[in-house]
């Protein structure tokens, strides 16, 4: 693992989060993005990466093409853990690393097979850096500073390069603009949407509790969806008293973790057991075609 040292290095002296704050977002955006991802944030990524996941579904040209690859309503557990783990092998090991170049040619491979355009490739990727710096903002132990979420555009700049998205705004605040314009042109409802958005939510309700509680748990997902999502899901949206009590329980989380230390073990994504891959896996294996 690529950032191994600075790992020993931290759980030896300062915290993470201190240590962040002296490197440079342009020339250190990897380490940051690992340390903010695996250490500082890591439930709250994978959470707000797996709500980043449900506004794609909110576009029609989106969740249409995954409709119609069936991926979803046979294997969607598959094609969760492949995404995660390609995109893991990218941030634990670095976006320029073999790993890296092999999780990006499997990725490219894949895509490549799909009529897929550079505007919806573009918001896919925008979602991946600003759902986290969202998120956090309403439920993390702290926000984002400002050079953390540089960090965070320009590791993202870099992995869509590789991804052969072309465009990519030239600034975090162009980037923001193209999202917020993007979902308020794009967002729209669709029966794929909801179809998509179902079998996504009960995998991840499948995590958590027996599907014989889906019914409790699924309003308390939607609590974290917003109003525009929502519509576009074909979802009705809880009651006011429900998301604000999901937003104090996540508020309370937020006010215990502030006064606990950061975690020092980083979480790798790579090293999760996954019931996809119990024996391990083979990044050119991942994804849907052999």
């Known amino acids: 693992m690529i950032f191994a040292y600075a790992i020993e290095h931290l759980m030896k002296n300062k915290p993470i989060s201190a240590h962040i704050a002296t490197l440079d977002p342009l020339t250190d955006h990897k380490e940051i993005a690992f340390l903010l991802s695996c250490?500082?944030?890591?439930?709250?990524?994978?959470?707000?990466?797996?709500?980043?996941?449900?506004?794609?579904?909110?576009?029609?040209?989106?969740?249409?093409?995954?409709?119609?690859?069936?991926?979803?309503?046979?294997?969607?557990?598959?094609?969760?853990?492949?995404?995660?783990?390609?995109?893991?092998?990218?941030?634990?090991?670095?976006?320029?690393?073999?790993?890296?170049?092999?999780?990006?040619?499997?990725?490219?491979?894949?895509?490549?097979?799909?009529?897929?355009?550079?505007?919806?490739?573009?918001?896919?990727?925008?979602?991946?850096?600003f759902m986290p710096i969202y998120w956090n903002e309403k439920y993390g132990w702290r926000k984002l500073i400002e050079g953390e979420k540089l960090a965070?555009?320009?590791?993202?700049?870099?992995?869509?390069?590789?991804?052969?998205?072309?465009?990519i705004p030239e600034s975090y605040e162009?980037?923001?603009?193209?999202?917020?314009?993007?979902?308020?042109?794009?967002?729209?409802?669709?029966?794929?949407?909801?179809?998509?958005?179902?079998?996504?939510?009960?995998?991840?309700?499948?995590?958590?509790?027996?599907?014989?509680?889906?019914?409790?748990?699924?309003?308390?997902?939607?609590?974290l969806m917003d109003a525009p999502l929502c519509e576009a899901m074909g979802i009705k949206r809880p009651p006011r008293w429900l998301r604000g009590s999901v937003y104090g329980l996540m508020r309370l989380r937020a006010a215990i973790l502030r006064r606990l230390p950061e975690r020092k073990k980083p979480y790798l994504g790579t090293q999760a057991r996954r019931p996809t891959y119990p024996e391990g896996y083979k990044i050119e294996e991942l994804g849907t075609f052999g």
């Open 152 to 167: 965070a555009y320009f590791y993202y700049k870099e992995v869509g390069k590789r991804m052969n998205i072309k465009d």
């Open 174 to 223: 162009a980037f923001e603009a193209f999202h917020i314009q993007f979902e308020k042109e794009h967002f729209r409802f669709a029966e794929t949407n909801r179809e998509i958005g179902t079998y996504t939510t009960n995998l991840l309700l499948g995590m958590y509790v027996p599907k014989f509680l889906f019914f409790l748990g699924r309003p308390i997902v939607h609590s």
């Open 39 to 129: 250490h500082s944030f890591w439930w709250d990524t994978e959470k707000a990466l797996e709500f980043a996941l449900f506004r794609t579904f909110a576009v029609p040209s989106i969740s249409k093409l995954l409709s119609e690859t069936g991926e979803f309503r046979r294997r969607p557990r598959k094609r969760y853990d492949d995404t995660e783990l390609i995109m893991y092998e990218i941030l634990e090991n670095g976006y320029d690393s073999p790993q890296a170049a092999r999780a990006f040619r499997r990725m490219n491979d894949m895509h490549r097979r799909f009529n897929i355009s550079n505007e919806d490739f573009l918001y896919v990727l925008s979602t991946f850096l």
